[in-house]
């Protein structure tokens, strides 16, 4: 059974690369099939904030008519696939791929929507100033639902007007499909509906009746009171992407992947052999199903999205890291090559579950709070974790315990152990980390201080996420003088440029300013300086706008991001474990923050809305491998029963050292080619993660564990095992802990 299982896999693995290369029949290939974020299609997204005093219920049934208001006028422009959300309370994210003309659609899809009543022979009647209300009832007499309308005094005698002369019939009809007895309803120049008066109507309520379902009667009630409750937008963020540059970054960061993958799948199979073999089986099924997963769910891929997928893809040999160590104990211990692999798998699944959902619930609020590629980002490390976690518990498994059966590999020397039952792999060396803790300490501290210090004298480097100002990216044809560049900028009221060359040969040039600029000042910045240069709109390969109001927003996400993640985890932790392990977790992460920050202050890299992401990830990250080493310590709080604290976790972190030592260089191997080869873009992604990725591994074995041991002896005074040298408080310890064992 085992063996056909492991064919049916085989041979789906490969049937789901060549679906995914070349496409079968009438399913093409993956990437035609794929949405592409902005970044990589090319295209325009806006963000706009509505400036009304609205709160709760009533902001929100605004947010939503503004909403419906700018998707019809967006398919009236003919752009395809747009996306239209509500951000945040008050914002407007509008996504339009393939819009040639950016300045025109921002400028359209900014305008007050203009609600109008008017005759059949095109006289106004009244304007959407004049609506005080638009409702939903029920039809007593014909079914279905009417929607209610409601107009203040100026509107009440204009409409009673309109209504007497068109109950007459004397209209002469110009308007197209509009009765002589007929009302039309005109919402930004187009009759949304032209219902026949019946009667005139004097008392300022009124009811458009036609057998409306309810869905259709609640939208022309919103279309109605869009125009009587205009909001004005002012755009707070934009970005214009050039499909040359998006289509580039794609496929250097594709090949950056692919390099990243091959580097893993040849340093499993060469440090771990026949599980190594097993493991490259499971990753390849892992990576196109990954890819299909987001297509069936409907997700962007983004630049930033191929880094999480490269990202999961090194979390996701952890978990067949952690299997093999746990299958090498078993098989040091005495037990045979096949129970070895049973017992290892079972002993090592709730380890796995454990440090995945809480980079899952790290994931989750970076998606609650995160905004366009950052949230692309963390639905594709969720996705990986999941599937990573199949494709360890299941494919892996198959083919291990098939290997095990077999006479020729199923050697204890192919599973990583000698005849001798001495380790072939691991550190040898057994380190007393506990004893050195407050050197750990001071180092860190100094770490922290140096990099905060410097970061404050000097100012951290903020991107114009935060700060506000505009970001713009022109090919210029050939190298051009950035004195001259900057001459420009200047006659337009832009001073103190940044101006960097990029591209090949340096015939690009990239403009930083602080400033931002509505999009009118944009559009006149954009008509100065192109002439001067001989260039036109397709010279125009990037832009970005930031208004000040989203740099403070992205902050406050950022901090509040941090804080409900680690909520989150440490509540999680206290469940699975005991709370001193959640506040030694949770002090690591806070440790990985910092160092992080302390790292972008004191090399001036640039803060932007990707660190977000990067911390969140980091914070995942640091949690994933603090718990395996916890994991280890509360089962050996059982086994090690008259061991004293701290002998028994430097067993522990000496125990699964090598794993952390491990999980962090694959997965900052899967990182570094994308760093390279991936664009600035990428680049702003991935620079926190490595960061972070070794911060973390180094905080879960020197900063974690001691923080545990240091609350234990000052909570309990201990001697023995976790929770003191005798007594009541030993024991009540005991069972708290032995009640949480995997």
Not at 139 to 168: I, N, P
Not at 621 to 649: G, H, Q
Request: contains cysteine; proline residues 3%; charged residues 20%.
């Amino acid at each position: 059974m085992k063996k056909f299982l492991a064919l049916l896999i085989a041979i789906f693995t490969v049937l789901l690369w060549v679906v995914t290369l070349t496409g079968i029949g009438s399913l093409g290939p993956i990437m035609d099939r794929t949405k592409l974020g902005l970044d990589l299609s090319g295209g325009v997204y806006v963000v706009m904030e509505a400036q009304t005093d609205a709160e709760g219920q009533e902001l929100s049934e605004l947010m939503k008519q503004t909403q419906l208001i700018m998707e019809r006028r967006i398919n009236e422009m003919g752009l395809s696939e747009t996306v239209v959300t509500i951000e945040g309370e008050n914002r407007i994210r509008v996504e339009m791929p393939g819009a040639d003309d950016p300045e025109e659609a921002i400028r359209e899809i900014g305008k007050t929507a203009q609600l109008q009543f008017m005759l059949a022979d095109g006289s106004l009647v009244l304007d959407g100033s004049m609506v005080n209300d638009a409702g939903v009832a029920m039809d007593q007499q014909g079914g279905g639902y009417v929607v209610t309308l409601e107009f203040d005094s100026a509107g009440t005698e204009a409409f009673a007007r309109g209504t007497q002369t068109a109950y007459s019939g004397s209209v002469t009809p110009v308007l197209p499909g509009v009765g002589a007895k007929s009302i039309a309803i005109i919402l930004d120049d187009e009759i949304i509906s032209a219902p026949n008066v019946e009667t005139p109507i004097l008392n300022g309520n009124a009811q458009i009746t036609g057998r409306f379902d309810e869905d259709e009667a609640i939208t022309l009630a919103r279309q109605i009171r869009a125009g009587a409750l205009p909001a004005e937008l002012v755009e707070v963020n934009s970005s214009v992407q050039s499909a040359a540059i998006g289509m580039d970054a794609l496929q250097m960061s594709l090949i950056g992947g692919a390099v990243g993958v091959l580097l893993i799948l040849l340093l499993m199979l060469g440090i771990y052999r026949i599980m190594g073999l097993a493991a490259d089986i499971a990753l390849l099924l892992y990576i196109p199903a990954t890819f299909w997963i987001l297509n069936l769910l409907g997700g962007v891929l983004t630049l930033p999205g191929i880094a999480g997928i490269i990202l999961s893809i090194g979390m996701a040999v952890d978990a067949n890291v952690i299997i093999f160590a746990r299958i090498r104990e078993e098989i040091q211990q005495g037990k045979t090559i096949r129970v070895a692999v049973s017992a290892g798998f079972k002993r090592a699944m709730g380890t796995i579950i454990d440090s995945q959902v809480t980079t899952i619930i790290a994931a989750i609020v970076l998606y609650q709070f995160g905004t366009g590629p950052v949230r692309g980002f963390a639905l594709t490390l969720m996705i990986g974790i999941v599937v990573s976690i199949f494709t360890a518990a299941v494919v892996t498994q198959v083919y291990l315990l098939i290997m095990a059966e077999n006479r020729l590999l199923g050697a204890k020397k192919f599973f990583g152990v000698k005849e001798d039952n001495d380790a072939v792999i691991g550190i040898r060396k057994q380190f007393a980390f506990l004893g050195r803790r407050r050197v750990y300490y001071i180092i860190t501290v100094a770490l922290m201080v140096v990099g905060l210090g410097v970061g404050f004298i000097r100012g951290f480097n903020f991107g114009i996420d935060f700060t506000g100002g505009m970001m713009m990216q022109l090919e210029m044809n050939e190298q051009v003088d950035i004195e001259a560049v900057d001459a420009v900028l200047g006659e337009n009221g832009i001073e103190n440029a940044d101006i960097i060359y990029a591209g090949d040969n340096n015939t690009q040039i990239i403009i930083r300013t602080t400033k931002s600029l509505i999009n009118e000042e944009r559009a006149a910045l954009l008509d100065a300086l192109l002439p001067a240069f001989g260039l036109d709109d397709s010279s125009v390969l990037a832009f970005e706008q930031f208004g000040p109001s989203i740099g403070d927003l992205l902050k406050r996400n950022a901090v509040k991001a941090v804080i409900f993640a680690s909520i989150g985890m440490l509540i999680y932790i206290i469940i699975r474990f005991e709370w001193k392990f959640g506040v030694a977790s949770i002090v690591g992460v806070l440790h990985d923050v910092v160092i992080l920050i302390a790292f972008y202050g004191l090399f001036h890299v640039p803060i932007n809305n990707p660190f977000i992401a990067g911390v969140l990830t980091v914070v995942g990250y640091s949690i994933n491998d603090t718990i395996v080493i916890f994991d280890r310590i509360r089962e050996n709080l059982k086994v090690m029963r008259k061991s004293r604290l701290e002998p028994l976790i430097d067993t522990s972190i000496n125990q699964t050292v090598f794993r952390s030592v491990m999980t962090a260089l694959t997965t900052i191997l899967a990182i570094i080619p994308l760093y390279i080869l991936g664009g600035d873009v990428i680049r702003q992604f991935t620079m926190p993660l490595i960061v972070g990725i070794a911060a973390g591994a180094a905080s879960s074995i020197f900063i974690c564990s001691p923080i545990y041991y240091d609350i234990c002896q000052a909570l309990d005074k201990p001697r023995y095992r976790g929770g003191g040298g005798g007594g009541s408080k030993a024991r009540k310890t005991r069972s708290a802990e032995d009640g949480a064992v995997v």
